[in-house]
């Protein structure tokens, strides 16, 4: 009872006087998926933080770092919050990490407004995520992030005329609207803007509609897994690579799934934040740490992003301990260097600015893999979904 | 007229790959009457020994392909002595679920195996060679998936409705002791119809690969499309799966063409309509 006790008063104290560093558990909630369809971005999150624990070990500052995992199945907002509400009163975490999806991040904005609990999203790419609560900072993207740069990019390239063949869904919609934004902005024409349903199996419809209106860039955005590997292949086999019609997307050839698309994926230019391919130090540290640990993992933007927030969980702890404002505004600004390359945590998006990469698919010459090929930088970029 | 064209072609090769994969379940489903939920299962199982010979272990398409499907028919007449034989006398939604379990246990037992990302089946370069149709360019494998097609149907017919197994088949689905009583050994004929309908389904699933690619979730994600070729077909009958697949695939690809945005509501508001005018499918019998 004594112990309780005087557990109880070192907590009043130290919420009570922020800025005194006491030596506490400070207990970090991730949900995320870890069964299902969806259970590898769980998987993946769990594998990069255990990576970065063995890097770094288990304490920030003088805390001690403890992670709870809970598993939310897929796109489910009313789980998701009952899981927050079940981590932040019968756990009390004093962070929250994770999110894959959207909705589940909205959902948990009213509680950790409520709690105080800085929130470190791994993935959601949404804009307005952000604008839900003070405590939520982003290591992923935001598809705004990486879609306008493509397209500024592109027509820098030369081309003038591009059709977009988006899924008919929140995300799709989202990189339609900020390609046509911002290739329209630079001079370039939209010919056509085609929405597929989420449900489609075969593309050939689509992209020989494209075909026949010719134009220099065809932009796309397609959920991971099986639509991309059937899309990219119907593009190769209509042959509009040779006609002359650049392929322009973003995650499509993420690196799990890259080795799956097989040949068909060579020559594919996307823009996007990281590459497996990208060559520095903290990136080769980081993929050979991963693999000791967990030989059939491969690092992709998901493992990146939980890798990242975990980063920042531990410069959070260690520099304001379980004072969930106090940790926000120490995050704000912050620097660093990610696998990804040079990251700052805006003060104003909470989003990370960052590095947006040109690449090209190749075949690694010397692992015999499908890479992808860092062709061109552009050079920190924030969330500019932001004002949309 | 390129449009009408366009439609036509790929309206027959999209039609041609939605008959390859539901052949199996109208073989299960339509002919032995079990509500065989477990048939995407059976196409994973074929599409993931493709991979794991083609990919993993180097073999070429061909054998590899014909070694996934027999494995598969071998991996099948265990499960039907075991557990479709209870199966067989339950009730539709005892069925359902029954079959739906597992089909979940072979999914986690592929996720389990392979993991759950894409499980590609390398194709040998003379299929993925595109032919010049004078106005487009069509990839060689779906002319070889329209021919393979072709072929199973001309094959099911002739074994259906020709040979004696055909008539003992048909005769022990109506009526199984009577079947028993004249000498017709209904277990096997049984069984041997499951493991043609699993192999039907493996085969389908590494044909039709190239559109609906294999992953641990395949038989969850194509399982209303299964459905719906079966369904408008019409129950028990082959030719009508046949004609529904290539009218379907013929619709939905003429949809996508001219009405893209909604094209989604305009497949399955059709489907509806013509299963309201005519609930026993295109061919479908009325069961008494």
Known sequence: ???????????????????VALAETIKVGVIAPFSGPFAIYGKQYQQAIETYVAQNGTSAGDHEIEFIYKDVGGPNPDQSRSLAQELLIRDQVDYLAGFTFTPNAFAVAPLIEQSQTPTVIFNAATSSINSGSEFFLRTSYTLWQVTAPLAEWAYDQGMRTAVTTVTDYGPGIDAEKAFKAAFEAKGGQVLDQIRMPLSTTDFTPFIQSVREQSPDALFTFLPGGPPTFTYTKTYNENGLAAEGIKFLGTAETEEVNLQGLGDEALGLSTAYHYSGAH??????????????????????????????????????????????????????????????????????TRTVIQNVYIREVERDADSGLLVNREKGVIATVGDLGWDQ | ??????????????????????VGLSITMGLMRVVNLAHGGF???????????AQENGMPFWPAAVLAVL????????????????????????????????????????????GSSLLSIPLPDSLKQSVDLGFRTLPVHRLVVI?????????????????????????????????SALGIDTDWIFMAAFGLGAGFAALGGILGAEILPIDAYYPVRYMVLFLIVVA?????????????????????????????DVSTIAFYALVIILLAMRPQGLLGRAHA
Do not use: C
């Not at chain 1, 531990?314 to 990610?338: F, H, N, R, T």
């Not at chain 2, 196409?43 to 010979?53: D, K, P």
């Open chain 1, 1 to 19: 009872m004594k112990q309780i006790f005087s557990v109880a008063l070192v907590a009043a104290i130290t919420s009570a006087v922020p800025g």
């Open chain 1, 279 to 348: 060559d520095s130090e903290a990136n080769a540290a980081f993929k050979a740490k991963l693999v000791e640990l967990f030989p059939d993992a491969v690092a992709n933007w998901a493992s990146v992003g939980a890798y990242d927030g975990t980063h920042l969980i531990y410069q959070m702890v260690a520099a304001a301990g379980s004072d969930g404002p106090a940790a926000v505004k120490s995050a704000l600004g912050l620097e660093w260097e990610s696998p990804r390359g040079p990251l700052t945590m805006d003060p104003e």
């Open chain 2, 1 to 22: 007229m390129t449009l009408f064209l366009n439609i036509a072609v790929d309206g027959i090769a999209y039609g041609m790959i939605l008959f390859m994969i539901s």
């Open chain 2, 43 to 53: 196409a994973l199982l074929g599409g993931t020994f493709a991979h794991w010979l």
């Open chain 2, 71 to 114: 494995v598969t028919v071998i991996v099948s007449l265990p499960l039907e002595r075991v557990i479709f034989r209870r199966i067989y006398d339950f009730g539709d939604l005892q069925q359902v679920l029954a079959t739906i379990g597992l089909t979940f246990l072979m999914i986690a037992s592929v996720n389990l195996w392979q």
């Open chain 2, 147 to 179: 021919a393979v097609g072709f072929a199973s149907i001309l094959g099911l017919w002739l074994l259906l409705d020709k040979t004696l197994f055909g008539i003992r088949l048909r005769a022990a689905v109506d009526n199984r002791s009577t079947a």
């Open chain 2, 232 to 260: 408008v077909g019409g129950m028990g009958s082959i030719a009508g799966s046949f004609i529904a697949a290539l009218g379907l695939g013929l619709l939905e690809t003429a949809t996508r063409y001219l009405v893209p």
